[in-house]
């Protein structure tokens, strides 16, 4: 049964997957993909290092970021940091998150939100 018959439906959202730093993540992409597909109005963007936004290395892992936006594409919510994916399984939890909305109810691993680049990290006085 799929996430729509058990009456929870996706909300745009936009993508954005670090391509250049995983080489073997052909796998994880594949699985992020289906999930994007499985949503009417979720995009996914494939670009190079988001290592200003996200402190990706590449021996860690997939690492992506998710924002809610409206149907026309406008940022309708905060960014959300993913990685390091390593296993098939860990892109499952994130596509099954994504279809579900994208929801705060601890849904989404804690392991899987991925910590901000080191220049988006308050410093202290």
């Known amino acids: 049964m799929n996430d729509a018959a058990r009456g ?4 745009p959202f936009t993508l954005v997957v670090c391509a250049s730093c995983h080489a073997e993540a052909n796998g994880l992409m594949d699985g992020l ?5 499985g949503c009417p109005h979720g995009v996914m963007v494939s670009t190079g290092c988001l ?11 997939l690492h992506a970021a998710a924002q809610p936006c409206t149907a026309d594409r406008r940022p309708a919510g905060a960014v959300v940091r993913l990685g390091p994916l390593v296993t098939a399984a860990d892109a499952e939890a994130v596509g099954a998150w994504l ?8 849904t989404l691993p804690d392991r899987l939100r991925a910590a901000p680049a080191p220049q988006h990290v308050a410093r202290l006085n």
């Open 8 to 11: 929870r439906r996706s909300r």
């Open 33 to 37: 993909r289906r999930a994007v597909r």
């Open 51 to 61: 290592e200003k936004v996200l402190h990706c290395r590449s021996d860690r892992g």
């Open 99 to 106: 279809r579900a909305g994208m929801p705060d109810d601890g």
